[in-house]
């Protein structure tokens, strides 16, 4: 871990409400390398970020991890309700947003998705029409152009991009860091934990 001089004044939130459907359990405590995929997040983000919450949709499963949980305000609405719940709880005005399922998490391109949010409310990977939301910078700024978007009914966490200043990061940008884009993957299927198991050995 490292010491409190080296971490930044940010805020860590990893988003563990989602349902898991497509997994069939809850994704967050699936082991890899003999560790729940949440202990790791939590781990890597820690090294970045002063300050790391958990939303949760139901906390009684997260108690045991040892560190701040946070209950969505607005149910049902999806990564959306997440991320408005985990900025209305950040101490710091800059958060940096992950999903509980993704292992491969690199402290240093979460610094440099720090460093890149200087002048812009949101930091996100974009390649070619896709944009990746969940490993992403935002600003407590967010919090009103994302509340208004769930009121309208929006389920699609960039429907408030057009009503803040974002910056959108190419995999060029981020080669340097991760080639691969290894960071951005996360754990949706059996299919994508075994592969992600392999990929840990």
Known sequence: MSSEAELLAVTGIVLAGGASRRMGRNKAFLELDGRPLIEIVIEQMGRVCAEVLVVVSDPQPYLRLGVPLVEDRFRGVGVLGGLHAGLSAASHELTVAVGCDMPFLQPPLLRAFVGWAEGYDVVVLRQ?????????????????????????????????????????????????????????????????????AMQAL
Do not use: K, M
Request: with cysteine; proline share 10%; aromatic share 10%.
């Open 128 to 196: 070619g029409e896709g944009v990746e939301p969940l490993h992403g910078v935002y600003r407590r700024s967010c919090l009103p152009p994302l509340e208004e978007a769930i009121r309208a009914g929006e389920r699609r966490i960039i429907s408030f991009f057009p009503r803040v200043r974002v910056r959108y990061v190419t995999a060029e940008e981020i080669a340097p860091f991760d080639p691969d884009l290894r960071a951005f993957r996360n754990i949706n299927t059996p299919e994508d934990w075994a592969q992600a």
